[in-house]
Every structure is written in structure tokens, then in C-alpha cells.
């Protein structure tokens, strides 16, 4: 049996995307985000300029990840999706997998969050596991698993929506590291520590990185908005990701690709 075939063929009724009716092997072989040193997140709720995108594009950025903590709708990502096709966009696309109704077949990665510290059992698995059902309801066979992630966050800036939605409360490093702990027991394979809308303690992340241990993929998000920044975090962490950067001063997205690259990565 094809691996295509092994995981369910074609998609149904052919479709790859919008505007497009070809017959595809679905899924594709996951494509090697562990090699990612630099990802550029987008939010569909977000507005963004052509030029913005263009320069996206143009920045050296290794993946888009496509997703938010708020007003976030399949419309929103395909209208999204469309328009970075139509700028020629040949990254890989990731989708982050907040809901149910977001699983759009044809991107190439799907990461599906759950907020590891929270006083809330619903945002560690509840809510995950009803959009699991309703994903199993509707796709059963055809759902990709290979390109399914986990990505457990740490939700680290308590001003961010994400935590407030959540009641994810700040933590030292030590505590923090507590996480990276049961990221290296529970043997995941992908931790996001997320510090959204501010830069974070590098020595909080370098405690949860050495807990961790070598197993997890560290990704670090917040606040990098200069080379220096994506530097020092990216010697710290496996993947950085960027974000509103993007929409304040798309020109400056470059600088923190080739900043990312030339750090030593973390040891
Ligand atoms: C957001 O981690 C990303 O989910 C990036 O954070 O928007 O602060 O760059 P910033």
C-alpha cells in the first residue's frame, strides 16, 4: 500500500485548496520542521498590507504559521491563504488547529495547541478533544496524522490574550522548567513557550531547554523585534517565531532571519 493510500488517498472530492480541483496524494510527507530556525507567525484576524506580504516573503523566513488567540474563522484563513498563493507564496503553510471548524485540508503542517499551564483542564485537552470528535465525525478516515503536531504551549505573558482567555499565570524559571520536564517525560515532541506581544527571560528559557532535554523541539515566540533579540533566542531555542514584528515593521522581518541563522544553535 502507498503511503498516500495508507492514509487515505485523495482528498475528497479531489479538492487541494481554493481554486483548485486537482485530484492530490494526500497527505504530503510532513515537510522537516525540525530543521526550522525562524517561523513568521500570521494572524488571520489581522489586517495586512501587500507590501507587508511581499516582504514576508522575501525575508529568508524558513515557515508561515497561520493562526491567533481571537477571532480567528475558516473564512479568514482561506481569504489569508489566498492571498499568499497569489504572491507566489512557496513556503511551507502551517495552520494552527485552534478549532474544529479551522481544519482546512491542504496545508502542509497542522499544529493543534493545548496551554499546558493553566488552572483549566478545558485548554489543556477539553476543548481539543472536542474538536478531535468533530474532526473524526467529519473526516474519519481522511484525517492526516503524519502531519498532525502537538504543540503544547506555555503561555508566558499573562497581559496576552491568550492568557487571559486561558488563566495561564506568569512563572519563575524554575517553575517553568517544571514544564520542560514533563515535555522530556511525556516525551513530546514540540514545546512552544509563548510570550506573545513581549520579549521574555532568557534564563527562563534556558532552564526549560535543559529540562526539556534533547527530545523536544524548544520553540520560543515573544517580543523579537530586532537581530539582537532573534540572536540571543535563537542560541537559546530550537525555533523562533516572529509575529507582530510583521505588522509594525515588515522591513525589519529580514534582519531577523539572518540574525536567527548566524546564531549557534542551542546546545
Ligand atoms: C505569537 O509567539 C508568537 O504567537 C510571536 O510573538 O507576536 O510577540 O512576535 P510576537
Redesign the pocket.
Known sequence: MSRAASHGGTLPGGAAGPGDTRDIAWPPPPPPWQSWRHVT?LDPDRQLPDRAIELVLASGTDALVL???SGVTRQKVLDLWDRLRSAGCRLPLVLELTDGDLAIPGFDLYWVPAVLNTPSGAWIFGHQARAMSQMLTTFGDYIPWSILLPAPYVVLNPAAT?ARITGATALTPSQAAGYGGLARLWRLPLL?L?????YGDPELVRQVRRAAGPGTHLV??????SPGRAAEMAALADTV?????VYHAPEQLAATVAATRQAPPPP
Not at 194 to 198: F, K, L, M, R, V
Not at 241 to 245: D, E, I
Request: avoid cysteine.
Open positions: 507567525k493562526g491567533g488567540s491568550a512552544y509563548e510570550y506573545s506581544g513581549t520560543y515566540g515573544g517580543g523579537i523585534d517565531v516572529v509575529g507582530n514584528l
